[in-house]
């Protein structure tokens, strides 16, 4: 049966590390007893050795905290509630959100609980709401802009991930042999 060069190739490196491990290992012969006794020289370095600082008594602990309970819902964060988990079906979803603060958030919910909900409005970053911070309900969009600022921020990325790679494979080995120093 012919095997491919490939697999003949792994099974000999494997077999050199196997090689290389079994005789790296220490005899048994080869070991000698540990000594049980000190030397007078380990005697004389251990006293000049600082003692030990004790500990002083523990402090005593502050008292834990009980959990926080979850504070009720108006109707109308339970409608915003209802809203959300009924939008957060669909992971590619845009949604609107109107913030008290008059701010505008669109993104895709990522997350959703009791409380709140978390909202990614970025290539990396998400943002968590509640649904008190909310003025009105959250609404599905198309978001073809957000879809399409967000694809060049993408692409952006990764440019600039393609032209620092060069870079790096040319300064890495100068900086290693210590021509540049760090």
Known sequence: MRWSSGFRALVFISGF???STALAQTQADEIGQL????STEQLQSLTQLSPAVVPASPQPRAPRRLPI??????PEEVSYRQAVQELGVSKHHYIHCELSNGKVRTGVI??????GFMLKDGIITSQWLQYADLKAAPRPVPAVGT???????????VTGCIAIVPLALVFYPLVAAGVIAD
């Not at 000594?35 to 000190?38: A, R, S, V, W, Y």
């Not at 990522?110 to 409380?115: A, F, G, S």
């Not at 879809?147 to 921020?153: A, D, L, P, S, T």
């Open 69 to 74: 309970p979850a504070t009720p819902l108006t």
């Open 147 to 157: 879809r399409i600022g967000q694809g060049f921020k993408w692409a952006g990325f």
């Open 17 to 19: 590390f196997v090689a």
């Open 110 to 115: 990522t997350q959703i609980t009791d409380n």
């Open 35 to 38: 000594p049980t006794t000190l």
